[in-house]
């Protein structure tokens, strides 16, 4: 079995790609909010942030709660706020990224979605995944 420093690899890798595959279907609630609020309600990429990551972090709850991490049988209301608290700060961290990729270059700007694909992905391997094992204890 695959070990590095007493901890089993093998698991940690599989919550990974399965926090991997919830965190895919979260982006396109993400992204096909985004593109609406830009398209159809002619918001600017800008103003459409927030909301578009509030509603991809709603579905994340749920993907990373029951697929991800298999949190069965835990006290909802606890991994709730504190999931809230995580999402709080990490919206926080993506919107302030993705504002400095949209300031730093006007192909940022030009390729929104790219540029936030780039950016929720480094928030999500750098804060978020490894703050989720503190909410979804397996009990």
Known sequence: MLQRDGVALRPLLLRLLRSAGA???????????LSAMVALLGLTPR????????LGSIAMFFGQKHF????????????????????????ALNAAL??????????AAHWY?????????????GF?????????RRV
Do not use: C, M
């Open 23 to 33: 965190g895919g279907i979260a982006t396109l609630v993400d992204l096909a909010s």
């Open 47 to 54: 103003a459409a942030s927030v909301p578009a990551l509030t």
């Open 68 to 91: 991800a991490f298999r949190a069965r049988g835990g006290p909802v209301v606890r991994e709730a706020v504190q999931f809230a608290l995580v999402q709080v700060v990490g919206l």
């Open 98 to 107: 993705y504002d400095v990729a949209l300031k730093a270059s006007p192909l």
């Open 113 to 125: 979605i790219a540029a936030r694909l780039v950016t929720t992905n480094i928030v999500w391997l």
């Open 128 to 136: 978020s995944f490894p703050t989720w094992h503190y909410v979804f």
